[in-house]
T-cell receptor
């Protein structure tokens, strides 16, 4: 079946540093990938839609200069949290549509802790 | 008001019981998704529905477009089914329910 690999699974970083999260489709091409954030005990929130070869589309309230998305190939999208602050600590997860009618495949998520 | 409402929020069942989780939504959609999130956070897509009913093993998902309602059923529940089940609808954007935390006791 379709697999989306997300890396790293968890990361701890210092305030002010940047963190890059990778989302890779392993056995299919994904022209569109999605990035979500989930705070403790809350539901997923769509942050942005990542389109291969073009700019990402950000949801209202999500700072595009803080959360940089790059989708340079059909199998890789990256989310970079720039100048991270403790309030950016969250669970970040990506997904990709794995073919018409096959639904969406999710990555395993990245738990970011900013100290 | 949330665009997607799930019930119940929490559910505890004995192993073997039949379980139903409900999802109601208020927006126009092209598809509805049922997701399973395990304690570590990883998410598995269980179903994508646009009409009718789908079955996968012990899991059954139904949707009524006119009533804007979907149900996820688990037959012969097992402790390994313990997880958070999330309903998500795909309209102009994705909207997610807050999830139903299911615990199946041996």
């Amino acid at each position: 079946g379709a697999v989306v690999s997300q890396h790293p699974s968890w990361v701890i970083c210092k305030s002010g540093t940047s963190v890059k999260i990778e989302c890779r489709s392993l056995d299919f091409q994904a022209t569109t990938m999605f990035w979500y954030r989930q705070f403790p005990k809350q539901s997923l929130m769509l942050m942005a839609t990542s389109n291969e070869g073009s700019k990402a589309t950000y949801e209202q309230g999500v700072e595009k200069d803080k959360f940089l998305i790059n989708h340079a190939s059909l199998t890789l999208s990256t989310l970079t949290v720039t100048s991270a602050h403790p309030e950016d600590s969250s669970f970040y997860i990506c997904s990709a549509r794995s073919g018409a009618g096959y639904g969406y495949t999710f990555g395993s998520g990245t738990r970011l802790t900013v100290v | 008001k949330n665009e997607v409402e799930q019930s119940p929020q929490n559910l505890t069942a004995q192993e073997g019981e039949f379980i139903t989780i409900n999802c109601s939504y208020s927006v126009g959609i092209s598809a509805l998704h049922w997701l399973q999130q395990h304690p570590g956070g990883g998410i598995v897509s269980l179903f994508m529905l646009s009409s009718g009913k789908k079955k996968h093993g012990r899991l059954i998902a139904t949707i009524n477009i006119q009533e804007k309602h979907s149900s996820l059923h688990i037959t012969a529940s097992h402790p390994r089914d313990s997880a958070v089940y999330i309903c998500a609808v795909q309209g102009n954007q994705f909207y997610f329910g807050t999830g139903t935390s299911l615990t199946v006791i041996p």
